[in-house]
């Protein structure tokens, strides 16, 4: 134990307030449960009886333990907490929850906590003593190196228990010599040097001092000797306290994580038993931490989330080699941050490079010096390699120009997350299985024996569900191999004691017990709980339980699950297969023979096939973020169960004869407004999934005879219709099996964005958001130590950034309005409520950079919101107080950048008068600014009588894009009568055809695209005019005249698209349908960050 575990346990138990300890690992409660064995009673708040425990130890004097203590405590405890003692003649009175109670002033009161970083009220520090008892790194270092060396040389522990003894013993002989020979001393009486038994005693002690001497001399060079040969297994003890760590940390991704110490020492145990022995005791070390590391992960991984588990063993290897002083901490900081904390002070070279790769190029040349201080040049000096490194389909296993020979595998990491950020997991992937090995980059299989094997039936196992996810199947087929009763219930309201009788049963007769989806049910938890740790712990209530009994549970994640249910379970995930075959195999599962044969129309089995393959479709569309759908709905079988019914009942309904055909109208209708529509709440998505079904549900598939006849083959119906997408074909089999067979052996089991109607840059952008994502949670859950590498504090590199923005910030930002803002047109108004909400904004930067540097030096408090000020510009992030008066933004770097840029802006605005051109995205509130502009143009057509709620907004896209410091043309900036001109808008999804004037497909890899200058009018709904649509008409064939198709584009502030950021819808002229579009996402967008 560390010197600091006992300072807490004599706090704990000397202070005249009462603890409360913080105690995620349960070491002090184990610890108080020892010291007051006797007459202790252990209890929780949310206990019905917990008012009688109280007061039966109170009356008696005796010491009760309140665990689970939940961060917000009820007040009932507070009359105990402050000691409200009343004298009622010679007895002892307190008011608890409104009852009078007997006070003993033995009692005592002992508090703890699992919460690993709780937030107590000051009132309630104020009222007890708050103990930390989480153990640190260096404490279970000591504590694992003391385990593996009573396993390893058992022989050592004895010798030093041995010689610690021989060391007292000795001490101790010496003290009662020398308080032998001072008594002597104190009752000689006459001459000293006459006194024989004086002298007597003066010899022996001196020759036993001697003796001790040089036994103690002895002793300390042995106990060292000890110590040398116990280092020796040090390495082990320290990888085992960094995965100890790094599993902790994983409850803060999910909290249904929890891993108590007991099951990580548990597999520590393990691991030295199990590994293979050696006699050189170098290989038996290396031997050791090598099953330790594997059997960490193997136990960690199975109950992790996938998109959860290379995040875990990505962290896994980067904290290893920390440890090892094989990464620097500055490495480490630049993979999660990226650039977004750099100040750009040096131009890119070249046009082609995009802003945020050359911020994070930076970042990594002034992060990670060793292997990149020179890349900014080198890319300059060799443009044409590198342009083909960056733009390479596999830049993680490319050669690297100029650098390949002197990168290790995280520095290719760290280059691919700079240049290449959509590659960043695939190349995580190769860097754990270089730095691990092979076996950690390759998915893990369920082995549910092994799990069966290694619990009994107080270790409940958790099945951990998610979107399609149902692990009973799995069970069953378990129980049926071994031969084992299931008794299955599901949780709700009311099923309490039910489910508390099917686990004793189970306990008694050595059955499973199958506890569905707990979520619902978690106050029966807490029980299940409790009733588990008795019989653990206690030895009252104590029943014998059978040996093959098991407790099987599944839950969706939930913020309030028990975590001491969680610490003493085993957790596992069992996510079904992702990708449109596994969803349409899933989808067959839930139909039988029966349905195939229900209608012997031709449409019946293609459409039933359809509306399997429609639901498959929308579920995967959701991975790819925003351009798959705005909102990601939970479609689910209730929705895929009500469609077939309704084919089943429109099919009835029309019966047998050809001669009444599908109302396809209806079905497309029905099955993507009402069946998944009910779901729907966006626009947008709206008319996103009444497209996918009306491509699903092609003419030809539910109307056949209609194409019978050839000339109905023409246009885009020129060929029948048979598959979706190359290999996703129909199947027209008559048996159930043979259509399984056939999805199994033709589908393929990954999905190109094509299949999805999307274009291939979709996959980019998926794996881009995921990287993003990995990155993000990692930076979250780092600890937020004093200090950061190099030599520099956190609040030194804070107080760095707030001196540069001060710099940058205006002085004092007093406009006139009078000369260009006092016209009371409504574009003036607008532009000075912008300027005052800028205005509030910059202030607020301002004053929050002086308080962060008075407050690190000690001038003024540091408050919470300032703690969270320095927390967040060290990640590199816009602290929460700045975000709330500006806006979002995904680093500190970009959201300053853009607040400069606002201000340039709006401050030229009111000098120099109106810009001739708006950015637009620059604006607070962009829809104000439109409706300004409609107002405008509105008064400009007074004399025609235009009224403003007749005026509709068009648009016109112009030649060319815009650019600061160069000319536009004069056609692009020409406006009449109110009109303006915007720019800084980006298609997502597509490009515009500057030649054709019109949509068009993106390049690959180019996810964003500028759109140029764009003209913002009105016109009058009333009048009719030629020019009322936002685009001329094009010339068809034989100079016949045909209508120019529209795409009605949505415009967003941010590439998170909800009503809340909309702006405004644009139509855009396309050569292909307004489906077409809608099914590849393509919007526009305000920033791409």
Known sequence: RSKQWYQRRVHGTASSKYALMIDPQGQALQWMRRRTEKNNKVCQMIDRNFTVQLMEQMDNGFPLIVENVPQDMDPVLDPVLEKQINRSGRVNIIKVDGQDMTFNENFNLYMTTKLPNPSFTPELFAKCLVIDFTVTLQGLEQQLLSQVISREKSELNEESAKLSEDINNNEKRRKNLEDRLLKTLAESQGNLIDDVVLIQTLQETKDASAEIKEKLTNAAETKKRIAGACEEYRPVATRGAVLYFLVVGMSLVSN????????????????????????????RIATIIEYLTLSVFKYIVRGLFAKHKLLFVMLMACK???????LEATSFEALLKGGGAVQVDKAKPFGWIKDKCWANVLAIADSAPKSFKQLPELIGRNEAQWRQFIDSEAPETGIVPDLNEK???????????????DRTMLAATTYVSAALGKEFGEPQQLDLQDCIDETDGTTPIIFLLSQGSDPT??????????????????????QEDPAMQIVLSSWNNGDWALLQNCHLGLPFLLQLEERIRVQVQGVEKKIDIHEESRLWITAEPHNLFPIGLLQMSIKLTNEPPQGIKAGIIRSYSWLSQDYLDMFRRPEWKPMLFTQCFLHSLVVERRKFGPIGFCVPYEFNQGDWTASVQFLINHMTTIGEQAKNPVNRDTVCYMVSDIQYGGRITDNVDRALFKAV??????PRLTNPERFKDPKALEGKYAEPFTAFYPKYAIPLFEEIQKHRDFIRETYPDVDSPEVFRMHSNADITFRTRQAVEVLATILDIQPRGASSSGGVTREEKVLGMTDSYLKQLPDKWNLDRKQYLSDRQPLSIFACQEIDRLAVTIKVIRQTCIDLKLAVAGTIILTPKLQDAIDFLYDARVPPSWV???????????WFAEALRRFEQLDSWGRTGRPAVYWLPGFFNPQGFLTSVRQEITRAHAADHWALDKVEGKTEVRSSEYRPNVEAKGEDLKTEKGEVVIYGLFLEGAMWDKANKRLKDPLPGDLFRELPMMLVSAYNKDEKQADKAPGPLAKGGKGVQ????YYRCPVYKYPVRTDLHWIFDVLLPVAEDDAYWRMRGVSLLGTID
Not at 320 to 326: G, N, R, S, V, Y
Not at 693 to 698: K, L, V
């Open 884 to 894: 709330a008066v500006g806006w979002p933004s995904p680093n500190i770097a970009l």
């Open 320 to 326: 290893i080699q920390m440890k090892a002083k094989q």
């Open 407 to 421: 990168l290790d595998h995280f520095d290719r990491l760290l280059l691919v997350r700079s240049v290449r950020e």
């Open 473 to 494: 199947t799995v069970i069953e087929a378990s129980a049926k191999k071994l031969k084992k009763k299931e008794l299955p219930i599901s949780m709700g309201q009311g």
């Open 256 to 283: 249904m994580y929890q891993t108590s110490l007991p099951q990580f020492l548990g597999i520590f145990d393990s691991s030295i038993h199990k590994s293979e022995k050696h006699q050189v005791t170098a290989k």
């Open 1042 to 1045: 045909k209508k120019t198709e």
């Open 693 to 698: 079904t009306e491509f699903c549900y092609d």
